[in-house]
């Protein structure tokens, strides 16, 4: 009872000032009924600051924005930790396969388990029935509207759980004293969520439809259609049960239900013309480093953080060694995670996406006796063969500077067009075959190549793909090229039970690069650098396969040789297959009253 107090005060109370033009509105109502839910969700302005304060939770500092958006999606066979070896704390464990219940890192009462996602979901489920209760919620009205962002968010929560834990507890009503302990239902979360996203895009409008949605901080159609069939796919894929690696027997859940589904929701987004692919792939990720948020574009929908909150450049982005021109967010920000060092060399050496995807350098020591714009100017210099880094996220393409020494305010894109056109590919194939696949797979890769590589990279490639086999295969890969560095790729690779497959292969992968190997015997050992004109930048001669030769004067040469047995082998400590998922942390299993327990192997 002290527990459920405690819960729904703190709910009631943080959805009441959630926003400061609701807070106005709250604290200038007669005391008798500023409590009185009929008045809060049958009035718009006050519902929405209700429903704004579902989005907090995600800023939390140990909820997403420093826990499950660092942690959640490596390693796979696309990306890893940079530092997977470490064994001087917790945080490896998270990445490799071996996290243990009383994980330092994650086993707090203040965990994004409890306070980043069970808060957010116990904010929507009061909005939740007090929009139904009280506010006439219906298509094309503010209140239905706000209904189904209030679904919809619910719905990330829960699918951001399911991904991580697995199995997990059921809430869909404000928390009682009859319901403060759950056991957990899968299956049961994975069907209301994919309804409740229905019922949701008949109330939200398609991008830039009302005031709300012509940003993708806020919930559109499109993205309410493409996050129900990224659930539709995950829902009736494999995933790890207690008795192992299987789809659900739950015939609700059937791939002869989820796929046609899935296929539905992504061309009516297709069709709707509401958003569409970025013109190119470096645009794409420079308009999101710059923080554009105008909706009808690539980006469906983003978690959004203010200026001194969120974490994603700081995690992810290319490291700076030091404050310097770019960047004021403090020593050593970015390069916690990065692309495997075979993932460069995989790429067609056309492939535009390739360099915008990973990097091969880091911004140095700044000099301080260089200034730029009066801070201290620094270069770009090599890093090592075993170590890159994710170039979608860079602190040079900001439009501002970060001067935050924690957070730098830049939000996670969550769900983008180019998935949006995976999905339709993958569903198609499945249904309809290859041919009906292709149109989508080769929107996506035009994008990928030049006018003048098209006809092969593209139309060529493409049309030998005469099998749905030989289809899905090209998708499998497609994916990965699109992808890498975006923590997309786990849960991809359990749904197509590829998950321990492409691990094991990932690392007969990288002992051929040690090697020089194997489809990794052109790959120079050597590199070449000099300084463009900038004195700044890096051009650098060897990285493609084949590029043997001293490039002559000017160039300084670098040994591109660095990676070991045990480097690669700190992939996974454990079969990734036997734990797909996080355990659940040991402070919610002594707090369950003997309700949850964790099923895979721990």
Same mark, same amino acid.
């Given at each position: $009872?002290?527990?459920?107090?405690?819960?729904?005060?703190?709910?009631?109370?943080?959805?009441? /000032?959630?926003?400061?033009?609701? /807070?106005?509105?709250?604290?200038?109502?007669?005391?008798?009924?500023?409590?009185?839910?009929?008045?809060?969700?049958?009035?718009?302005?006050?519902?929405?600051?209700?429903?704004?304060?579902?989005?907090?939770?995600?800023?939390?500092?140990?909820?997403?924005?420093?826990?499950?958006?660092?942690?959640?999606?490596?390693?796979?066979?696309?990306?890893?930790?940079?530092?997977?070896?470490?064994?001087?704390?917790?945080?490896?464990?998270?990445?490799?396969?071996?996290?243990?219940?009383?994980?330092?890192? &994650?086993?707090?009462?203040?965990?994004?388990?409890?306070?980043?996602?069970?808060?957010?979901?116990?904010?929507?489920?009061?909005?939740?029935?007090?929009?139904?209760?009280?506010?006439?919620?219906?298509?094309?009205?503010?209140?239905?509207?706000?209904?189904?962002?209030?679904?919809?968010?619910?719905?990330?929560?829960?699918?951001?759980?399911?991904?991580?834990?697995?199995?997990?507890?059921?809430?869909?009503?404000?928390?009682?004293?009859?319901?403060?302990?759950?056991?957990?239902?899968?299956?049961?979360?994975?069907?209301?969520?994919?309804?409740?996203?229905?019922?949701?895009?008949?109330?939200?409008?398609?991008?830039?439809?009302?005031?709300?949605?012509?940003?993708?901080?806020?919930?559109?159609?499109?993205?309410?259609?493409?996050?129900? /069939?990224?659930?539709?796919?995950?829902?009736?894929?494999?995933?790890?049960?207690?008795?192992?690696?299987?789809?659900?027997?739950?015939?609700?859940?059937?791939?002869?239900?989820?796929?046609?589904?899935?296929?539905?929701?992504?061309?009516?987004?297709?069709?709707?013309?509401?958003?569409?692919?970025?013109?190119?792939?470096?645009?794409?990720?420079?308009?999101?480093?710059?923080?554009?948020?105008?909706?009808?574009?690539?980006?469906?929908?983003?978690?959004?953080?203010?200026?001194?909150?969120?974490?994603?450049?700081?995690?992810? /982005?290319?490291?700076?060694?030091?404050?310097?021109?770019?960047?004021?967010?403090?020593?050593?920000?970015?390069?916690?995670?990065?692309?495997?060092?075979?993932?460069?060399?995989?790429?067609?050496?056309?492939?535009?996406?390739?360099?915008?995807?990973?990097?091969?350098?880091?911004?140095?020591?700044?000099?301080?006796?260089?200034?730029?714009?009066?801070?201290?100017?620094?270069?770009?210099?090599?890093?090592?063969?075993?170590?890159?880094?994710?170039?979608?996220?860079?602190?040079?393409?900001?439009?501002?500077?970060?001067?935050?020494?924690?957070?730098?305010?830049?939000?996670?894109?969550? &769900?983008?067009?180019?998935?949006?056109?995976?999905?339709?590919?993958?569903?198609?194939?499945?249904?309809?075959?290859?041919?009906?696949?292709?149109?989508?797979?080769?929107?996506?890769?035009?994008?990928?190549? +030049?006018?003048?590589?098209?006809?092969?990279?593209?139309?060529?490639?493409?049309? =030998?793909?005469?099998?749905?086999?030989?289809?899905?295969?090209?998708?499998?890969?497609?994916?990965?090229?699109?992808?890498?560095?975006? $923590?997309?790729?786990?849960?991809?690779?359990?749904?197509?039970?590829?998950?321990?497959?492409? $691990? =094991?292969?990932?690392?007969?992968?990288?002992?051929?690069?040690?090697?020089?190997?194997?489809?990794?015997?052109?790959?120079? +050992?050597?590199?070449?650098?000099?300084?463009?004109?900038?004195?700044?930048?890096?051009?650098?001669?060897?990285?493609?396969?084949?590029?043997?030769?001293?490039?002559?004067?000017?160039?300084?040469?670098?040994?591109?040789?660095?990676?070991?047995?045990?480097?690669?082998?700190?992939?996974?400590?454990?079969?990734?297959?036997?734990?797909?998922?996080?355990?659940?942390?040991?402070?919610?299993?002594?707090? +369950?009253?003997?309700?949850?327990?964790?099923?895979?192997?721990?």
């Amino acid at each position: $009872m002290k527990n459920y107090l405690i819960i729904s005060g703190l709910a009631l109370v943080s959805i009441f /000032a959630s926003c400061s033009d609701f /807070a106005d509105d709250f604290l200038t109502t007669d005391s008798a009924s500023s409590l009185d839910e009929a008045k809060i969700f049958s009035t718009a302005s006050l519902a929405e600051g209700a429903v704004n304060g579902i989005k907090i939770p995600f800023g939390d500092t140990e909820s997403y924005r420093g826990r499950f958006l660092p942690w959640y999606g490596m390693n796979t066979d696309t990306d890893w930790y940079n530092a997977s070896e470490s064994t001087s704390s917790d945080k490896a464990d998270l990445a490799t396969y071996d996290a243990k219940p009383n994980n330092s890192e &994650m086993n707090k009462v203040t965990n994004v388990w409890a306070t980043g996602m069970y808060a957010g979901i116990e904010r929507a489920n009061i909005c939740i029935r007090g929009l139904r209760a009280y506010g006439n919620p219906t298509p094309g009205s503010d209140l239905g509207y706000l209904l189904g962002e209030a679904l919809t968010l619910r719905a990330v929560y829960y699918a951001d759980l399911l991904k991580a834990w697995g199995d997990v507890p059921a809430r869909f009503e404000p928390i009682t004293p009859e319901t403060v302990y759950l056991a957990k239902s899968r299956d049961l979360i994975y069907k209301q969520i994919i309804a409740n996203l229905g019922e949701a895009a008949t109330l939200v409008p398609w991008p830039n439809g009302n005031a709300a949605t012509t940003s993708v901080e806020r919930v559109n159609k499109a993205f309410v259609k493409g996050l129900r /069939a990224r659930l539709a796919l995950a829902a009736s894929g494999y995933q790890q049960y207690p008795d192992g690696v299987r789809r659900s027997n739950d015939p609700e859940l059937a791939v002869s239900k989820m796929y046609p589904l899935a296929l539905a929701e992504t061309r009516e987004i297709i069709a709707s013309g509401t958003a569409k692919l970025e013109t190119s792939f470096e645009g794409l990720w420079k308009k999101y480093n710059q923080e554009n948020t105008s909706a009808g574009g690539e980006s469906l929908w983003e978690i959004p953080f203010g200026a001194g909150r969120g974490r994603m450049l700081f995690t992810f /982005a290319v490291t700076h060694t030091g404050v310097d021109q770019y960047q004021g967010n403090g020593a050593n920000r970015g390069g916690q995670g990065g692309p495997l060092p075979t993932v460069f060399y995989d790429y067609d050496t056309k492939d535009l996406r390739r360099d915008v995807t990973c990097v091969p350098y880091k911004w140095g020591t700044p000099n301080s006796t260089v200034l730029t714009n009066n801070f201290p100017t620094a270069k770009q210099e090599l890093s090592v063969l075993n170590r890159w880094f994710f170039g979608k996220y860079r602190y040079e393409w900001m439009s501002r500077r970060v001067t935050s020494t924690n957070d730098d305010g830049v939000n996670k894109m969550y &769900m983008r067009y180019g998935e949006i056109l995976l999905m339709a590919a993958e569903t198609a194939n499945e249904l309809e075959g290859p041919a009906a696949a292709a149109v989508y797979l080769k929107m996506l890769r035009k994008r990928a190549f +030049s006018a003048a590589d098209q006809a092969q990279k593209v139309e060529a490639y493409v049309n =030998a793909l005469g099998s749905k086999t030989a289809m899905f295969n090209a998708i499998v890969e497609e994916q990965k090229f699109e992808f890498t560095g975006e $923590m997309e790729r786990k849960q991809a690779l359990i749904r197509w039970n590829l998950l321990g497959s492409k $691990m =094991a292969q990932a690392k007969l992968d990288m002992t051929d690069l040690k090697n020089r190997t194997g489809a990794y015997a052109d790959v120079p +050992s050597t590199l070449y650098y000099k300084y463009a004109a900038d004195n700044e930048s890096l051009v650098i001669y060897g990285l493609n396969r084949g590029e043997f030769t001293n490039p002559g004067a000017g160039y300084t040469s670098f040994n591109w040789t660095a990676l070991s047995d045990s480097k690669i082998n700190s992939l996974y400590r454990n079969n990734p297959d036997a734990k797909q998922f996080w355990p659940i942390w040991q402070v919610f299993l002594d707090s +369950s009253n003997g309700l949850l327990v964790n099923d895979y192997g721990y």
